[in-house]
């Protein structure tokens, strides 16, 4: 931060009372840049007011990236090394933060939600008013000093054909999504699943109505009839917190027609697979895996977080609730793809979960190889 502005910042914070916001601020801000230096040209000072009061009222140095509609993530990793992702692309970048400046991005991020950043609880997710995500971590979990992750949020809505999908294949989701087929979503980090839920979502019949569950808000299915849940942690007493399994039990109070979870990655696995297999058809979700049948594996993994039951019972509860698995990965270009369309198989006399391969991408494209055969008149 330049030299004058950081002490007019001073200034500011020193004087009792609250900041005003605004045309106020601004004045406030211009008062002190002229009693610092009265000969300061009206350039330099539009200048220096902008930087102070995105400092005060905004995210600082970043606050530039939030205006650029290219940048999808900006990283943080430590005093002076920046990164941001464009175009699924990584790239540094010179901002020159501190680490003072830093912790102060993610303060300012979390203030309005009640939640603390510091040795006593030096990690945090929040979400932006504009739906960014941010993640801070500060020391002593990171030795190199504050780390801070944003996730942009995307007002530009992302269609199956942004994952070369084609038409064929496109029908063929559609048509799964819309007869009340529930499709686990599967992918690792950043490879797009929550931006290919949604561009599931449309399928869905506007008269039916949809509960979203997610740790941190980001789906935007574009659909009227929707209530969105978002968990939260406890407060600095340890009270007050919501876990996403906790608002699965509360969705099913809600009278969904559809349940999505944004993604599962817990114990309220069990929670949703008993609802997939108690009438909620037509559920949409996400998970952390390399391809289907590995998300199915993983999915049995996480509901046996929540209970001691029989490998075999959870299986089985699985491969009766979870129809169809997409499997989504991001190349090394930054292009995110759908690369396979699998069916769930009825559980074979072994007890293994596989599945069976509907669509899978070659060289060229993504190609439907095989039809559904489990049913799907449901609505």
């Known amino acids: 931060m330049n030299p004058v502005a950081a002490t007019v910042r001073r200034r500011l914070l020193a004087e009792p009372g609250e900041l005003p916001d605004g045309s106020a601020l601004r004045a406030r801000v211009a008062r002190h840049l002229r009693a610092i230096d009265p000969l300061i040209t009206n350039d330099r000072a539009v200048s220096l007011i902008d930087e102070v009061v995105r ?52 303060e300012r991020a979390i203030a309005p939600l009640g939640l603390r950043l510091d040795r006593s609880a030096p990690l945090v997710d929040a979400r932006l008013p504009d739906g960014s995500r941010l993640h801070a971590v500060i020391p002593p979990l990171a030795p190199d000093g504050p780390c801070v992750t944003i996730r942009r949020f995307r007002p530009r809505r992302v269609g199956l054909d942004d994952f070369g999908v084609t038409d064929e294949v496109a029908q063929l989701l559609r048509t799964l999504v819309a007869g009340g087929a529930n499709v686990l979503v599967a992918g690792g980090t950043s490879a797009g699943k929550t931006s290919l839920l949604a561009a599931l979502a449309p399928a869905i019949d506007p008269a039916e109505r949809v509960v979203t569950i997610e740790e941190t808000a980001e789906l935007d299915l574009g659909l009227e009839h929707v209530v969105r849940l978002e968990a939260r942690p406890a407060n600095v007493e340890g009270v007050g917190g919501a876990s996403v399994r906790d608002l699965v039990r509360a969705a099913l109070r809600m009278r969904p027609d559809r349940i999505v979870v944004g993604e599962v990655r817990g114990a309220e696995a069990l929670d949703k697979l008993q609802a997939l297999n108690t009438g909620h058809d037509g559920s949409l979700s996400t998970v952390h895996a390399n391809g289907p049948d590995d998300a199915l594996a993983r999915l049995e993994t996480l509901a046996l977080f929540a209970v001691d039951l029989p490998l075999l019972a959870v299986r089985h509860q699985v491969a009766a609730a979870i129809d169809i698995v997409v499997a989504v990965r991001r190349d ?35 190609q439907v190889v095989g039809e559904p055969r489990r049913p799907r008149c449901r609505r």
Do not use: H, Q, W
């Open 55 to 106: 400092e005060l009222d905004g995210f600082g140095a970043i606050e530039a990236l939030f205006a650029d509609p290219s940048v999808s993530e900006i990283m943080l990793n430590r005093p002076g090394v920046a990164y941001v992702e464009r175009a699924g692309k990584i790239e540094p970048i010179e901002l020159g933060l501190d680490a003072a400046a830093i912790v102060r991005v993610a």
């Open 332 to 366: 090394r270009d930054g292009r995110r793809t759908v690369e396979v369309v699998g069916e769930c198989e009825p559980l074979s006399d072994g007890g293994r979960l596989t599945t069976r391969v509907l669509a899978r991408r070659d060289r060229r494209s993504l």
